[in-house]
């Protein structure tokens, strides 16, 4: 009697098939991309996922180890590549949650016509068209980059070149203003402190007491002259000019040549007001070079001329009306009758005629100074949005 057969489940193997068993440990070899320029070589390995890549280069060997989800599901994938030339030992290398990014680079700048010693190209191995460039292209990106970089090198070298001049221009003005400062302040503590001291007394031996060092210091501000026909300050040449000029001809033609105007009075309000004026004007000056601001002094040093550059320009005037009479009497720097050249000059009527052009010169500072009043203190403008 014939027995009943039974149905075997779907899915289980039948009488005398092998079951196909996957060996243990076995690795899996991913997709990997490559592309080269002439100093690197580029390698995407498909692995998303990938925590720890154990990847190194011995004897010109790329050996790469890592577990990921690839191509084979998730699993251990291995390769290796030997390449076609030597290369740097350390591979830099990145791991990112959809792939692994290697670079290498070649032990010398050149193009490879292919990646590995063999000729026979790996079945896993591929090129990267998202990378890819042929040797003229390349040529072409490296010239590019050289120029890029060559560019970069000579803007940085011009920006610290400018940088240098900027520090130099800067730190010599500063110590410019501040030796102007140390100057005219010695003048103004020692004729204050004098005042007290002696009184009146003091008011007729002033330019021997304080005169070397403004000599010094009006000798010194020929400097501003100068620095504006150099381009190392933004001032107007012109007012710089009248002031240094004035001084220089108060000061060394009409008090110093003639010993009997240095023990006026004159000369020590002259002195006073030059002193007032400067203790304000160079430490403002100071802190612009180091692109500080107090507007306290800011407010001083452009309010505090109104009154005192007139009263200035005023007592210049006074000694230089006093000082004719002696210039008449001594004939000092004047030409007279006969001479070779049959040809005379009165210094005294000279004075006469520079009396005019200092009233016309404390018009042109004066309105210069006044502009520059307006620009510095007057509120600023708030834009409307």
């Given at each position: 009697m014939e027995q009943p057969r039974q149905e075997q489940p779907e899915g289980s193997p039948r009488p005398g098939m092998e079951q196909p068993r996957r060996e243990p440990g076995r690795s899996l070899t991913p997709h990997v991309y490559w592309a080269q320029r002439h100093s690197e070589l580029y390698l995407r390995v498909d692995l998303s996922g990938v925590q720890k890549p154990d990847i190194k280069i011995t004897e010109n060997?790329?050996?790469?180890?890592?577990?990921?989800?690839?191509?084979k599901g998730d699993n251990a994938y291995e390769f290796h590549l030997t390449f076609l030339e030597p290369v740097n030992l350390e591979p830099a290398f990145r791991a990112t949650e959809r792939q692994v990014t290697i670079t290498v680079k070649k032990s010398e700048n050149?193009?490879?016509?292919?990646?590995?010693k063999q000729e026979k190209k790996p079945i896993f191995l591929v090129p990267d068209f998202d990378r890819w460039l042929d040797e003229s292209d390349a040529e072409m990106e490296l010239q590019a980059k050289e120029e890029e970089k060559e560019i970069n090198r000579i803007s940085l070298e011009s920006r610290l070149q400018e940088n240098?001049?900027?520090?130099?221009?800067?730190g010599y003005l500063f110590m410019y203003n501040l030796v102007q400062f140390l100057g005219f302040s010695w003048i103004f503590v020692n004729m204050t402190v004098r005042l007290f001291v002696l009184g009146q007394d003091s008011l007729f031996d002033t330019f021997h007491a304080v005169g070397d060092v403004i000599n010094f210091c009006q000798m010194f501000a020929t400097l501003e002259v100068i620095n504006p026909l150099l381009g190392?300050?933004?001032t107007g040449l012109v007012p710089a000019v009248i002031q240094v000029i004035g001084r220089n001809m108060v000061l060394f033609v009409v008090i110093g040549s003639q010993e009997e105007m240095q023990s006026k009075a004159a000369v020590f309000v002259v002195f006073y007001l030059w002193s007032i004026i400067e203790i304000f004007r160079y430490p403002y000056y100071m802190l612009s070079c180091i692109g500080t601001e107090w507007r306290m002094l800011t407010w001083i040093r452009y309010t505090i001329w109104i009154?005192?550059?007139p009263l200035g320009v005023l007592a210049e005037a006074v000694c230089v009306v006093q000082s004719i009479a002696y210039f008449d009497?001594?004939?000092?720097?004047?030409?007279?009758?006969?001479?070779?050249?049959?040809?005379?000059?009165?210094f005294s009527y000279f004075l006469r005629g520079y009396l005019i052009v200092m009233f016309l010169g404390l018009f042109i500072n004066f309105r210069h100074l006044y502009k520059q009043s307006n620009k510095r203190l007057r509120p600023k403008k708030r834009k409307l949005r």
């Open positions: 060997t790329l050996s790469f180890r890592a577990h990921g989800h690839g191509a050149r193009w490879w016509d292919r990646l590995t240098s001049y900027v520090t130099m221009r800067k190392l300050v933004k009154p005192l550059y009497e001594t004939g000092r720097f004047s030409i007279l009758l006969p001479n070779p050249f049959n040809i005379s000059f009165s």
